[in-house]
């Protein structure tokens, strides 16, 4: 589903212009960020949580030249999927 579709949908269901929801989603992202960048974890209800996570330095190799470089720490996020996604993705048989 790419952001228009997921605006678009989300229109649909709460009566709202899609304007408005692109607004509110762009504000829940800066939202989110911003609890990321400070350490914390984000729960999205139904959905699940959303934890920083830090990947470390390492050493790697240009897979085209095969010269040894080192790829720098970073920050990036993991996502944890809830019960209730996982019940969804998984129905019972």
Known sequence: MTESELIATLALDTGLPQTRVRELL????????????????????????????????????NPRTGVAMVFPARHGVKFLPGKKLRERLNPPA
């Open 26 to 61: 762009q504000s829940a992202s800066e939202h989110i960020g911003a609890v990321l960048r400070h350490g914390n974890e984000v729960v999205l209800p139904g959905l699940g949580k959303l934890k920083p996570v830090v990947r470390e330095e390492r050493q790697g190799r």
